[in-house]
């Protein structure tokens, strides 16, 4: 005879088990508070600028609430698609000023956050969402005021059931993101800073700060020359038709 209850066993790939994919690391190393701050005194392009046009998430993560810019430390966090559990833990977990970087696997599943979410991270101190994924509630979150940099809008709600991570590396807009790197959003995007590069970055920046200026100063001023182009063509040789 057919044992009927071997059919309604529950499958075992389908059960959560602790370590990666489910797990949550309570603390990182940061960097001071001051010198985070430092990265808000430039656009997030000339800071990807300084790292070889690089590290910046592609275009379509953007500020769905304000024009508000953000720079702090990444509180990093990856959720299955269609879940959101781990967001509701991090409120526990981020400091105040921490930036939460949500690995959503790009889904349109479901959003990630709404205006509740984005309430209570206010409450807690937490300085905004990067979110490689949607939200939903627009109006609540414009009210909350809180900058949520992400990929649209859904009104289809998350799960909160897991697995996920909190505080371990993630893919955010292309980019990898730890656990204390800095992160700086504005208008143009969102820019990632490694960690253990900061202060380098930060030095390159305040170096070429004074030429920069001058450079851009004057060319709206029309005073500029595009002669290297033709150098720039001329070694790569380029041929020109009379």
């Known amino acids: 005879m057919l044992d009927k209850s071997i059919g309604a066993q529950k499958p075992k790939s389908s059960e959560m088990s602790p370590g990666p994919g489910f797990r949550v690391r309570a603390g990182f190393e940061r960097l001071p508070r001051a010198l985070v701050a430092q990265f808000g005194e430039y656009e997030s392009t000339d800071i990807s600028d300084a790292m070889n046009r690089m590290y910046a998430m592609g275009s379509q993560i953007h500020n769905l609430v ?20 781990m967001v509701h833990k991090v409120l526990d977990i981020a400091e105040p000023g921490d930036i939460v970087v949500v690995d959503a696997r790009g889904s349109t599943n479901a959003a990630v956050i709404g ?87 930060l030095a390159r920046l305040a170096a070429d700060r004074a030429r920069l200026a001058s450079y851009v100063a004057s060319v709206i001023e029309g005073d500029f020359s595009n002669a290297w182009v033709d150098e720039q063509l001329a070694a790569a040789g380029c041929l020109f038709d009379e």
């Open 66 to 85: 304000n024009d508000a810019p953000l720079v702090g430390p990444a509180c990093t966090v990856t959720v299955y698609p269609g879940d959101n559990l």
């Open 115 to 201: 205006d509740l979410v984005a309430n209570k991270a206010r409450h807690r101190g937490i300085a905004g969402f990067v979110i490689d994924g949607l939200v939903r509630d627009l109006a609540g979150l414009k009210q909350c005021g809180l900058p949520v940099y992400a990929r649209g809008v859904t009104p289809f709600g998350p799960l909160h059931r897991g697995p996920g991570e909190i505080n371990y590396p993630v893919s955010c807009g292309g980019i990898v993101v730890h656990p204390g790197d800095v992160v700086r959003a504005d208008t143009s995007g969102v820019t990632v800073v490694p960690q253990g590069h900061a202060r380098e970055i």
